[in-house]
């Protein structure tokens, strides 16, 4: 499995490239280390989008992931970049905390909620202090979307790994009794595939990252590990061999199909995404927007690091 | 709140949207003019570049 799933960090080493080029890598530049390219370089927006700090993450895994096929592994350059990605999302916050995606002063639940993932799991992977984070995890506490899994998904993983267990453990909760009778997690009113991939692949890093004995806070670790295993039943079945399904039924209707979360658990779907990646016939990192390339790297990364056992360092 | 309180409320935060669309919009206008007066255009300047796989070879100093 671990050589054909070598296909996974060759598609994301190839885009890596291309989300360099969004960022402003000049030191001493005031936007150094911001990835919105439209927001730094273009002036197309007054405002620039959280989310495309997401790359700290995707830079610190591969920063971290040893092999002769990805050049940026170990090297000083792409450590100081993902560091000045935190350190410029660190800058982008209103007072309360929160960030901007769409529009000025939109106090983006969903964007607060992955960036702070992505910059706390930045700064663990690096060995560095993370920014401080009190305000944005005071926000995310304050905060819900019960018609979105995945970004509920993203803000319970934030809390635990901002040491908010109490507040996380709510939020899982909350989560898993949203579930419903096919396994499919609430987005907009139904339940949609490439969504459930990015729910299951946060619960996942939940899962993974759950403290051994927190203080006086008990988590559901068999309810959650169930809620993963129903997830992926209600996903796995409708796969076809190329790795694609009929969106059109989901709420959403997206197409892509994020793989973490298959990993150690229904690996034959990675196998059949893998199948549809070497005949180019499924949706990859490569064919996203600037906006949405870089969790979808980020996710070929960790499952191909979980394939390779490089998950636990 | 009900009644007249309500009314003048709405009207004024009518008016405060409208005068904060208005100044975004001259302001928008007055940067790009600005931009578009730079050399190039002002969006293509060289420092702006794209990656360079030199960028992060640690065997010889970056272009």
């Given at each position: 499995m671990i050589e054909t799933a070598e296909i996974l960090l060759e598609r994301v080493v190839g885009q890596v490239p291309r989300i360099l080029g969004l960022?402003?890598?000049?030191?001493?530049?005031?936007?150094?280390?911001?990835?919105?390219r439209y927001y730094?370089?273009?002036?197309?927006?007054?405002?620039?989008?959280?989310?495309?700090?997401?790359a700290a993450y995707l830079l610190a895994l591969l920063w971290a992931t040893p092999h002769e096929?990805?050049?940026?592994?170990?090297k000083d350059a792409v450590r100081d970049w993902a560091k000045a990605a935190m350190e410029f999302w660190s800058r982008s916050r209103h007072r309360d905390g929160s960030v901007d995606e769409?529009?000025?002063?939109?106090?983006?639940f969903c964007a607060t909620a992955f960036s702070a993932c992505a910059c706390l799991h930045a700064a663990r992977i690096l060995g560095t202090e993370p920014p401080d984070m009190a305000s944005t995890l005071r926000f995310l506490k304050r905060f819900d979307n019960p018609d979105v899994a995945n970004q509920r998904a993203a803000a319970a993983l934030a809390l635990v790994l901002g040491g908010e267990y109490e507040a996380a453990a709510k939020k899982i909760s909350a989560l898993v009794e949203s579930q419903d009778a096919e396994g499919f997690f609430p987005e907009y009113g139904g339940g949609d595939i490439g969504y459930q991939s990015i729910t299951l692949g946060l619960l996942t890093e939940l899962e993974k990252s759950l403290p051994e004995t927190p203080e006086n806070v008990i988590f559901d670790r068999r309810g959650l590990a169930e809620s993963i295993a129903r997830g992926i039943a209600a996903v796995s079945g409708?796969?076809?061999?190329?790795?694609?399904?009929?969106?059109?039924?989901?709420?959403?209707?997206?197409?892509y199909l994020y793989l973490h979360?298959?990993?150690?658990?229904?690996e034959d779907v990675i196998e059949k995404v893998i199948a549809g990646l070497r005949e180019d016939a499924v949706l990859q990192?490569?064919?996203?927007?600037d906006r949405y390339v870089i969790p979808f790297c980020a996710d070929y990364l960790l499952t191909y690091r979980a394939l390779a056992g490089l998950d636990k360092t | 709140m009900g009644g007249w309180k309500l009314v003048v409320f709405r009207i004024f935060n009518l008016t405060l949207g409208r005068i904060r669309f208005f100044s975004w919009t001259v302001k928008r206008v007055i940067v790009n003019r600005k931009i578009k007066s730079q050399?190039?255009?002002?969006?293509?300047?060289?420092?702006?570049r794209y990656f360079d796989?030199?960028?992060?070879?640690?065997s010889k100093e970056s272009g």
């Open positions: 960022a402003d890598r000049r030191e001493g530049s005031r936007a150094y280390g911001c990835f919105d730094w370089h273009y002036k197309l927006h007054d405002w620039k989008n959280a989310r495309f700090q997401e096929k990805n050049p940026f592994a170990g769409l529009y000025p002063h939109e106090r983006s409708v796969i076809d061999e190329k790795g694609r399904y009929d969106n059109r039924d989901s709420s959403r209707q997206t197409q979360s298959f990993a150690g658990r229904n990192p490569g064919w996203m927007d | 050399p190039f255009g002002g969006r293509y300047v060289a420092s702006s796989a030199r960028d992060i070879d640690e």
